[in-house]
Each structure stands twice: as structure tokens, then as C-alpha cells.
């Protein structure tokens, strides 16, 4: 990877690429390569961004991939436009079991933590439960929600999951009985992402209405809103020790189109801002701190391009593009080195990170 910075005075958007394909039976080897320049207020960024070959299997899904999760550290569960839900086994490159059952797209998934069993939700208003090592069929059918269910987050004892939806609504629910227990609906509060606080009862949401919820899952009860941003806002994370979260934010040319950091502790202010994305931002995750000097951040684009941050700088550290994958969708950390991300138009991409020479970010395969 090269990374070139430099100030010029006019310099119009280009971009080179080269890509040479060899196909090897149901494998093909990619290498490719790819310079791009832009502008900012003050400068003009060029970066050169190089992958090694990396390996393209049959893919998990024949439309675009909305969403994906990571089920355990060989497995990850993935949702799209087919309907299905694919368990996925991305160490080997293979199906491990599809579950169909959905009458539209899938929108989330969520894994019970420690266990073979994982939700779905759907624009068919639907949230099923699945079991890896059981039928093919769902476990559980929830219905409750009058529109497309666009949040599912599962508590860290695994006893209840929390659903959003476009309806407004949240809805608590018995893992055990499938029954919902809990309901709360705000006016315009179009349910984006739903995530929940590792051991803690509180559930955090983001909103079209361009907001961040925290909810207290004992009731059910608003216990916090954040400043509202300037965008809508499409997804949130938590980090391990519950202590900070991050939002990320819709946009176009690069207005909107960041994530922020926010304590969620006792002053729950905001922290930093990541700038770079030039559109919406769809997925943001924090890093395992294995292998990493600093603490580090990940966001996904329908730029095409994942960027890792600096999180307490808001530098940006590293930029991957992927070429012809379309818009990015969902990013998950499948384990210390390794995100995986879905994408419209190429399936999920398994990204490794190397931190043998500086921080890179490589694209090993594609299913």
C-alpha cells in the first residue's frame, strides 16, 4: 500500500485501475490495483490503494447482500434481496446451511451470543429464529410490527431481543415463549439499528429522524436522546466495555457522510467525528485490540471503500477500495484480524487486516 499526500491546486477527480483474472475451476485469482485523487477544502488527498490476488468462491447469495454477522469465529450469518439467510463457513470457503422461510428481502440478522441460534428480520414485517444444528425451517415466527423490521438486538444473557421498525415501534420480546413483552413507539422514530449494551439493560437506536436512543429494557423507557446530527443517522455499535458507542451518518459528495463517537457514560457527549466518506456511511465497527498499538474504528461506504480510523484522532489510517462492488452494506468482525463486508453487486468480501509493515487492509476473497 502507498499513500501519497500533496497539495495542488486543481486536480479533477480521476481514477486508473487495472484488474488480471485467471480463472482456476470454481476459484479465481483477482489482482488489482488502484489510484484515485480527490479534494478537500484544503488539499487534495491522492491514495493508492494495492491488493495481492485474493480468491472469488461460488457465492453465498445470487442478489445483493444486505446484511452480515458473525455467528462464531469460522462462521458468519448473512442475509439479501434472495430472501435466504446463509450460515457460512468463511475459513473454507463454504455453505454450511441456507434457511428459507422469508417472503422479502432480509434486512438483519443477530446471533445469540455463545450458541448456534441467530434472528432474522424482513421487509415481509416478519423476524424468525433459526438454529444452525436444527431444521431448515424457523424455530420462532415474531410478528408485531405493522412495517418492515429494520433493528434486532439480541441482551448479553440472550433472554430477550429488542425489534424496530419503520412502524415507530420497539417491541421486547421472551427469547424462551417468542412473546413480546414490552412496546414503545415514538412519533417519527423510523428505526434504523438497534444494538445493546454489553451487560447493561440498556439498548441503543439510531433513527431517521437523525437521532441516537439510548433505551432501559426494564419497561422499555427512553433513558437518554442525544444532540440530533445534521443526517439521517444508519447504524450503531457499542464497544466491549460498554463504554463508547458509534453512529453513522447518511449524506451525498460528501456532506453527511461520517461516523461520531459518542461516551456513553456519565456526560454522553461526543467524542470525535470520522470525515472522509463521500457517500452514506452504512456500517461502522470496533476493532479487536489484538493486534493494534492504538484503539482503531472500521466504517463501511456505498462509497465502495472501507476506511480504518484512529479512534481517538479521527485520523483516517487506511483506505480500501473494492472495485465494482457496489454500494457497501454491513461489516462485521469475523475474528482479530479479520471484517467481513457485504456489498450490492460482489456478495461478502473477507478483508484481513496486516500490521506487519504499518497498517493495511487487504481483500484475501469473495463469496
Known amino acids: 500500500m502507498l499513500l501519497l499526500r500533496c497539495q495542488l491546486k486543481q486536480a479533477p477527480p480521476q ?21 484515485y485523487k480527490y479534494s478537500r477544502p484544503d488539499e487534495i488527498i491522492e491514495e493508492r490503494i494495492q491488493t495481492k490476488a485474493f480468491q472469488e468462491y461460488s457465492p453465498a447469495h445470487m442478489d445483493t447482500v444486505s446484511v452480515v454477522a458473525a455467528l462464531n469465529s469460522d462462521l458468519c450469518v448473512s442475509g439479501g434481496k434472495d430472501k435466504t439467510v446463509v450460515a457460512y463457513n468463511w475459513k473454507t470457503g ?13 434486512t438483519k440478522v443477530a446471533c445469540i451470543p455463545k450458541s448456534s441460534q441467530f434472528f432474522s428480520s424482513s421487509r415481509d414485517r416478519m423476524v424468525m429464529m433459526w438454529d444452525l444444528h436444527g431444521s431448515s425451517q424457523p424455530r ?11 433493528g434486532l438486538a439480541v441482551s448479553p444473557d440472550s433472554s430477550q431481543l429488542c425489534t424496530g ?38 439498548i441503543l437506536q439510531t433513527s431517521e429522524d437523525k437521532t441516537l436512543r439510548l433505551w ?39 456532506e453527511g457522510c461520517e461516523a461520531t463517537l459518542w461516551d456513553l457514560r456519565q456526560t454522553r457527549n461526543r467524542i470525535c467525528e470520522y470525515k472522509g466518506h463521500f457517500q452514506t456511511v452504512a ?18 461506504s456505498h462509497d465502495c471503500k472501507v476506511k480504518i480510523w484512529n479512534q481517538d484522532t479521527g485520523a483516517c489510517l487506511f483506505t480500501l477500495s473494492l472495485d465494482g462492488s457496489g454500494p457497501l452494506t454491513s461489516l462485521a468482525v469475523g475474528d482479530a484480524i479479520s471484517l467481513l463486508c457485504a456489498s450490492f453487486n460482489r456478495g ?19 463469496f
Request: with cysteine; glycine share 6%; hydrophobic share 40%.
Open 15 to 35: 481514477k486508473v485501475s487495472c484488474r488480471f483474472r485467471v480463472v482456476m475451476g470454481k476459484l479465481q485469482s483477482k489482482l488489482k490495483h488502484s489510484t
Open 94 to 106: 463454504n455453505v454450511v446451511k441456507r434457511f428459507k422461510g422469508h417472503e422479502h428481502e432480509i
Open 140 to 150: 420462532q415466527q415474531l410478528c408485531g410490527h405493522a412495517m418492515v423490521v429494520t
Open 165 to 202: 421498525s419503520r412502524d415507530n415501534t420497539l417491541l421486547l420480546w421472551d427469547v424462551v415463549t417468542g412473546q413480546s413483552v414490552e412496546r414503545a413507539s415514538v412519533s417519527r422514530n423510523v428505526v434504523t439499528h438497534l444494538c445493546w449494551v454489553p451487560r447493561e439493560p440498556y
Open 216 to 254: 432501559d429494557s426494564r419497561g422499555l423507557q427512553l433513558a437518554h436522546m442525544f444532540p440530533a446530527k445534521q443526517h439521517i443517522q444508519t447504524y450503531c455499535e457499542v464497544s466491549v466495555d460498554g463504554h463508547k458507542c458509534v453512529s453513522c451518518s447518511n449524506g451525498f459528495g460528501g
Open 283 to 300: 456500517s461502522c465497527v470496533f476493532l479487536p485490540r489484538a493486534l493494534a498499538l492504538m484503539p482503531l474504528i472500521a466504517t463501511s
Open 348 to 366: 461478502i468480501h473477507l478483508l484481513r487486516m496486516d500490521h506487519s509493515q504499518g497498517l493495511e487492509l487487504q481483500e484475501v476473497a469473495a
